[in-house]
């Protein structure tokens, strides 16, 4: 129940595309859903995060859609870039864990310029 | 965002050696931080939440005597890994959030780098 199942497990697009990432999680107590960009040696990046009380979130060109019911999330990048080449982790986490992350298994994704 | 700063980005040492690795944030006080593995192409592995005055609680399956953790402020917590062996090698995060602010809100460090020969 504490799992994050997330696909594809790689992902390639071309330039301009936009690459859709998707989570889905069991456990209903998860109320935080961030999404986290990683390059090769470094730590995770905070991108973009949403709570289940809204549908969808936009920040620049990263679009988090949630679909409470279905409890599944996902990430759209619009007119992807050959820089957004990196790893894409979604998470979820819940009061009471000190806001513990749970982590997908991440998609690499790999834009073509 | 919130600056979480790990140190070193890499180390290599000899079989046998302990490594200490240190986690700040910089910019907030941080009453508990979460140590991480990842392996390659593989997500993040809690391995242990780090609490400020108090002691670390651990994953399942991994050694607490292997891998000490001290968090002796509110804004430092150390990892030390223990007479390393080649399978420590892996790559090491930390995270932390700024509570203070109610946030849910978790930053990572640039991550260590470890490589036991």
């Known amino acids: 129940q504490q799992q994050v199942k997330q696909s594809p497990q790689s992902l390639i697009v071309q330039k301009g595309g936009i690459p859709i990432i998707n989570c889905a999680y069991e456990?209903?107590?998860?109320?935080?859903f961030p999404w986290y960009q990683q390059f090769p040696g470094k730590g995770p990046a905070l991108l973009i995060a949403?709570?289940?009380?809204?549908s969808e979130k936009k920040e620049g060109r990263f679009t988090i859609s949630f679909n409470k019911s279905a409890k599944q999330f996902s990430l759209h990048i619009m007119d992807s870039q050959p820089g957004d080449s990196a790893t894409y982790f979604c998470?979820?986490?819940?009061?009471?864990?000190?806001?513990?992350?749970?982590f997908g298994s991440g998609t690499q994704l790999t834009v073509l310029p | 965002g919130a600056v979480v700063s790990q140190h070193p980005s890499r180390v290599i040492c000899k079989s046998g050696t302990s490594v200490k690795i240190e986690c700040r944030s910089l910019?907030?006080?941080?009453?508990?931080m979460f140590w991480y593995r990842q392996f390659p192409k593989q997500s993040l592995m809690l391995m242990a939440t780090?609490?400020?005055?108090?002691?670390?609680?651990?994953e399942q399956g991994v050694e607490k005597d292997k891998f000490l953790i001290n968090h002796a402020s509110l804004t430092l917590s150390t990892l030390t890994v223990t007479s390393a062996h080649p399978e420590d090698s892996s790559f090491y995060i930390c995270?932390?959030?700024?509570?203070?602010?109610?946030?849910?809100?978790?930053?990572f460090g640039s991550g260590t780098q470890l490589s036991v020969l």
């Open positions: 910019d907030f006080q941080a009453t508990t």
């Open positions: 949403i709570r289940p009380d809204v």
């Open positions: 456990n209903t107590a998860f109320d935080y």
């Open positions: 998470a979820a986490s819940m009061k009471g864990s000190a806001r513990q992350l749970t």
């Open positions: 780090s609490n400020e005055g108090s002691k670390a609680t651990y």
């Open positions: 995270s932390a959030g700024d509570r203070g602010q109610g946030s849910e809100k978790l930053f």
